[in-house]
C-alpha cells in the first residue's frame, strides 16, 4: 500500500479503479439473479500491475462507488469484501510472475469456482432470500460462460501491456 505514495502508482490505480466504475454499468442481465459484467479486467489489471494491496483496494473502492452512483440494489457489504478478494488474488498470481496462459486460466478458476459462485451465491442467497442451491444452478451456467471470456480478454490486455515499466515505478 506505500505503493499509493507514488504519483504515477496512484494515477494509473485511479484511472483503473474509474474503469471499473464504469464497466460496472455495463450488464447484461440474464436472470433476475444473474448479470454478466466485465468490471473484473481493470481489477486484474491493477492486481497485475501493483500487487494484492492495491488490486483488493481498486476492487473495493470501485464496489463502493458504483454502489453509490447507481445503485441497482441495496449495499451489500459481502460483494465489496468478494470484490476485494479477488484483487488480492489477481495480485497474488499475477503481480511480478510471467502471464502465462496456465497462470491465467488458474487464477480465473480460483475466482470462478471460490468468490464467484461459493462466496458470492452465498451473498445473494442472503439478499434476496433465496435458497443458496436453488441459485447455483444459473451461476454455474453464468461462471461457465464467463471463464473463457475473461481468460482470454486477460491474456490479451497481458500480451499489451508493458509491465516491466510499470514494475519500475513501484
Not at 441497482?72 to 488480492?88: H, V
Not at 451473498?123 to 473463457?148: C, D, H, N, Q, T
Amino acid at each position: 500500500m506505500s505503493k499509493l505514495r507514488n504519483v504515477h502508482v496512484l494515477s494509473i490505480s485511479a484511472m483503473l479503479t474509474a474503469l471499473a466504475i464504469v464497466a460496472i454499468f455495463f450488464k447484461v442481465p440474464i436472470a433476475p439473479s444473474i448479470e454478466v459484467r466485465f468490471q473484473a479486467l481493470p481489477i486484474a489489471v491493477a492486481g497485475a500491475l501493483f500487487g494484492p494491496g492495491i488490486g483488493a483496494s481498486v476492487a473495493g473502492v470501485s464496489d463502493i462507488v458504483g454502489v453509490l452512483i447507481r445503485p441497482s440494489g441495496p449495499f451489500f457489504p459481502g460483494f465489496t469484501i468478494s470484490a476485494m478478494l479477488t484483487g488480492m488474488v489477481y495480485g497474488l498470481f499475477l503481480y511480478k510472475k510471467p502471464k502465462s496462459i496456465s497462470r491465467i486460466l488458474l487464477c480465473q478458476l480460483l475466482i470462478s469456482l471460490v468468490i464467484n459462485l461459493l462466496l458470492n451465491t452465498y451473498w445473494l442467497s442472503l439478499l434476496i432470500g433465496k435458497g443458496y442451491w436453488a441459485l447455483l444452478p444459473g451461476r454455474v451456467i453464468k461462471e461457465v460462460m464467463m471463464f473463457p471470456i475473461l481468460s482470454i480478454l486477460q491474456y490479451l490486455i497481458y500480451k499489451k501491456v508493458p509491465f516491466k515499466r510499470f514494475e519500475e515505478l513501484s
